[in-house]
């Protein structure tokens, strides 16, 4: 049985940095993990994922420059780090298992989101 547990979100101010976290129990079996987030009335969108290995990354062209991606596969977590946050960032983040980076129809494991409010 496999559980993403994410923390880390938070309220920041346009312009400021967070990090989220993504620690994994049991062994998804899954070559990627990814972020997606969801905003309010918006369809659920994949923000950043890191393949076994931490090789490759893939990001959404919003996250490109700003967000990065990474794992710890010791501590069996998943990082993403956002900087230069900008209004249009809040949603709800959520951390995905799956065999495809980003694809949301094929994620196999969720977890229950994180909150992050930028104003």
């Known amino acids: 049985d496999v559980q993403l547990v994410e923390s880390g979100g938070g309220s920041v101010q346009v312009g400021d940095s967070l990090r989220l976290s993504c620690e994994v129990s049991?062994?998804?079996?899954?070559?990627?993990m990814s972020w997606f987030r969801q905003a309010p009335g918006k369809e659920r969108e994949g923000v950043a994922g890191?393949?076994?290995?931490?090789?490759?990354?893939s990001y959404a062209d919003s996250a490109k420059g700003r967000f990065t991606i990474s794992r710890d596969s010791r501590t069996k977590t998943v990082y993403l780090q956002m900087s230069d946050l900008k209004l249009e960032d809040t949603a709800k983040y959520y951390c995905?298992?799956?065999?495809?980076?980003?694809?949301?129809?094929?994620?196999?494991?969720w977890g229950q989101g994180t909150q992050v409010t930028v104003s």
């Open positions: 995905a298992a799956g065999p495809t980076c980003l694809v949301r129809q094929v994620q196999r494991s």
């Open positions: 049991g062994d998804p079996n899954m070559n990627c």
């Open positions: 890191i393949y076994v290995g931490g090789f490759p990354t």
